[in-house]
């Protein structure tokens, strides 16, 4: 059991928009501005997408933004290209001792 | 460009201890913090502990009583223990880097452990 949720699955045509979501609780997504995305490809390891909430690093494409409200974080491709088919994990800085908490991941399907 | 690339037996007997290391590369291991996620076949992603330079660590209270984490400069090394394993503890094990809190910018590209006599 994930300590934070997320849907099983999302999808969209490509061109569409996506926005998966990230529910976690007041010690961590709502209490931190600290949930970054990971995008992990098959076989490949986990990529940083978004970090403190709507950052993204150097080389992520701008299609890729996020978002919070309360103890609900959320992640939005734009869009879609076949390539963002992928699965997609959230994190949550949790404070004090269980520093990192993340999401059961989010398997995108680009249609 | 930092790289990282873990290194360990891939197969280890139940009750024994699971030894990992990973080896920075393009950057020094003095600078930010390190850690270690782990995820089991068909699942999510798992935070085991953290260490920096300082010697300060922090561990995941799940796996606390079980885990040690230790750095070595002098190698750009940092390593995982994990004591007395069971089929739980099977999955693929990830070094990263924390660059701002919670967030992971460089990864190795895991190393898959299997505990299995």
């Known amino acids: 059991q994930s300590a934070l949720t997320q849907p099983p699955s999302a999808s969209g045509s490509p061109g569409q928009s996506v926005t998966i979501s990230c529910t976690g609780t007041s010690s961590d997504v709502g209490g931190h501005d600290y949930v970054s995305w990971y995008q992990e490809h098959p076989g490949k390891a986990p990529k940083l997408m978004i970090y403190e909430v709507t950052k993204r690093p150097s080389g992520v494409p701008d299609r890729f933004s996020g978002s919070k409200s309360g103890n609900t974080a959320s992640l939005t491709v734009s869009g879609l290209q076949a390539d963002d088919e992928a699965d997609y994990y959230c994190?949550?800085?949790?404070?004090?001792?269980?520093?990192?908490?993340f999401g059961g991941g989010t398997k995108l399907t680009v249609l | 460009q930092v790289q990282l690339q873990e290194s360990g037996p891939g197969l280890v007997k139940p009750s024994e201890t699971l030894s990992l290391t990973c080896t920075v590369s393009g950057g020094s291991i003095s600078s930010y913090y390190w850690t270690w996620i782990r995820q089991p076949p068909g699942k999510g992603l798992e935070w085991i502990a953290y260490?920096?330079?300082?010697?300060?660590?922090n561990y995941n209270p799940s796996l606390k009583s079980r885990v040690t984490i230790s750095l070595d400069t002098s190698k750009n090394q940092f390593s995982l223990k994990l004591s007395s394993g069971t089929a739980a503890d099977t999955a693929m094990y990830y070094c990263a880097r924390i660059f701002k809190i919670g967030a992971l910018d460089s990864w190795g590209q895991g190393t898959l452990v299997t505990v299995s006599s």
């Open positions: 260490i920096y330079h300082s010697g300060n660590t």
């Open positions: 994190s949550s800085y949790a404070g004090g001792n269980n520093y990192l908490v």
